[in-house]
């Protein structure tokens, strides 16, 4: 089999495995001792528990886990979790550190420095990066641009083009998706009008 190395984090499909148990019974997994725990990767959970020394019963389950415990399958489950709602929906809880924890991510075989690759590489970085800006536009007089520029000074540097409107300008720039409903606010005191905030889907920087 090749050899893989992990090239880069794609910021989506975060999860963590972890134990869940009834709310408010349990803390710790020293308090897995002896207990059944119901998992769909009963592999995972035995290495976890052997490591630390626990001994408990690893029931494996397909399916919805969560609802072990109500059947009187599984004391404890281990699942995975996102956002942790469908745990709540059941009367459970996690609790302890986390088993494992996933994010998909880039894999390419070590070495492989190929032109497809850089170029898809090239375009996953593009969106990436594109999800953390935005871009603002604003009409503002001529004679503040350069207090405007001063918060919104873009990538290489803002766009300024003239308006119709006799000493107006018109100025583009891209600007942190953080922050910029503060930064809207702050050209609206200096006298920026027409201010717009639009998505970009992609980019190269």
Same mark, same amino acid.
């Given at each position: 089999?090749?050899?893989?190395?992990?090239?880069?984090?794609?910021?989506?499909?975060?999860?963590t495995f972890?134990?869940?148990?009834?709310?408010?019974?349990?803390?710790d997994?020293?308090?897995?001792a002896?207990?059944r725990?119901?998992? $769909?990767y009963?592999?995972?959970?035995?290495?976890?528990?052997d490591?630390?020394?626990?001994?408990a019963?690893v029931?494996?389950?397909?399916?919805?886990?969560e609802?072990?415990?109500?059947?009187?399958v599984?004391?404890?489950?281990?699942?995975?979790?996102?956002?942790?709602?469908?745990?709540?929906?059941?009367?459970?809880?996690?609790?302890g550190?986390a088993?494992? +924890?996933?994010?998909?991510? !880039?894999?390419?075989?070590?070495?492989d420095?190929? $032109?497809?690759?850089?170029?898809?590489?090239?375009?996953?970085?593009?969106v !990436?990066?594109?999800?953390?800006y935005?871009?603002?536009?604003?009409?503002i +007089?001529?004679?503040r641009?350069?207090?405007?520029?001063?918060?919104t000074p873009?990538?290489?540097?803002?766009?300024? $083009?003239?308006?119709?409107?006799?000493?107006?300008?018109?100025?583009?720039a891209?600007?942190?998706?953080?922050?910029?409903?503060?930064?809207?606010?702050?050209?609206?005191?200096?006298?920026?009008?027409?201010?717009l905030?639009?998505?970009?889907?992609?980019?190269?920087?």
């Amino acid at each position: 089999m090749p050899r893989r190395r992990r090239c880069c984090p794609l910021g989506f499909g975060r999860s963590t495995f972890r134990f869940a148990g009834p709310q408010g019974q349990y803390t710790d997994h020293a308090q897995l001792a002896g207990a059944r725990i119901a998992t $769909s990767y009963d592999g995972i959970v035995r290495s976890f528990l052997d490591q630390r020394g626990i001994d408990a019963t690893v029931v494996r389950l397909d399916g919805a886990v969560e609802t072990s415990i109500q059947l009187g399958v599984a004391d404890v489950i281990a699942d995975v979790v996102e956002t942790g709602t469908t745990l709540r929906r059941a009367g459970l809880e996690v609790f302890g550190e986390a088993i494992l +924890e996933s994010e998909a991510v !880039l894999i390419a075989r070590a070495g492989d420095r190929s $032109s497809a690759f850089e170029i898809f590489k090239r375009r996953i970085d593009g969106v !990436l990066v594109a999800r953390g800006y935005v871009m603002m536009d604003y009409d503002i +007089e001529a004679g503040r641009v350069n207090e405007a520029v001063a918060l919104t000074p873009g990538i290489e540097g803002p766009t300024i $083009s003239p308006l119709h409107r006799e000493g107006w300008v018109a100025v583009r720039a891209m600007i942190p998706r953080d922050g910029a409903q503060r930064l809207m606010d702050e050209l609206w005191d200096i006298g920026a009008r027409g201010i717009l905030l639009t998505d970009i889907h992609a980019c190269r920087l």
